[in-house]
């Protein structure tokens, strides 16, 4: 009875325990590029580029956070919507947002108009995560803060640099543990760093197309 009564502590513990990761997806952005088009719902091989985002994402982390100002678009998804507190004020405050609404340490964050996140390297990030605060790709020189994982420990900074009016995620990097992540080591997991294409433009949009057929059996 009383390994019976300790194994049944020991699940229900496990039971409330916060999950490992948890994915942001930031669609707050104003489309502008896009002649108001929104991103998320542009259509690659038929379906809406939101949607293949979250197919990647399900297997990977314990639950999909997304952050807009316009919840009705995505009421039909099993995901937790959130709002920016303050509307107007960049990535950083949908970065503020989602993790303070996440239940998870580590959280992998993306933009919702990249179309061809990568599985392996999403895991591999995660799997990553340890003693640090932040992990994020440097590709000859320049950062991808919208493909990264931070942890909730982030908050704090955050808070003081939206105090600051810093809109900019690479405002919170001087003040946290950041491991950057080099071409070499990304490449072994998303050969040429298709994971960071994103659209903002509708001549981008066609040109993602042309990756399609890189890309089949890949991702």
Do not use: W
């Not at 405050?93 to 108009?113: E, H, I, Q, R, T």
């Not at 000859?140 to 990264?148: K, N, S």
């Amino acid at each position: 009875m009383e390994l019976k009564a300790n194994a049944k502590a020991i699940s229900q513990r496990a039971m409330v325990r916060p999950p490992i990761a948890a994915a942001i997806i930031l669609a707050g952005g104003k489309n502008s590029r896009m002649e108001g088009q929104d991103k998320a719902f542009l259509e690659i091989e038929g379906r809406p580029l939101i949607e293949r985002i979250f197919e990647r994402l399900k297997n990977l982390v314990n639950e999909i956070i997304v952050v807009t100002n316009s919840p009705e678009k995505y009421h039909c998804y099993p995901v937790k919507l959130v709002s920016d507190e303050k509307p107007g004020l960049g990535p950083l405050m949908g970065l503020y947002c989602g993790l303070k609404a996440s239940s998870a340490k580590y959280n992998f964050v993306a933009a919702c108009d990249m179309p061809f996140l990568n599985a392996r390297l999403i895991k591999y990030m995660i799997d990553s995560a340890d003693a640090y605060d932040v992990l994020v790709p440097e590709i000859d020189g320049q950062l991808h803060p919208l493909c990264g994982l931070y942890s909730r420990d982030c908050l704090a900074v955050i808070e003081e640099m939206l105090a600051q009016g810093r809109r900019d995620v690479r405002s919170i990097f001087p003040k946290l543990k950041v491991r950057y992540l080099a071409k070499e080591e990304l490449d072994k997991f998303d050969q040429g760093l298709l994971s960071l294409v994103n659209i903002n433009t509708k001549d981008e949009y066609e040109k993602s197309l042309n990756h399609l057929s890189l890309l089949r059996g890949r991702l």
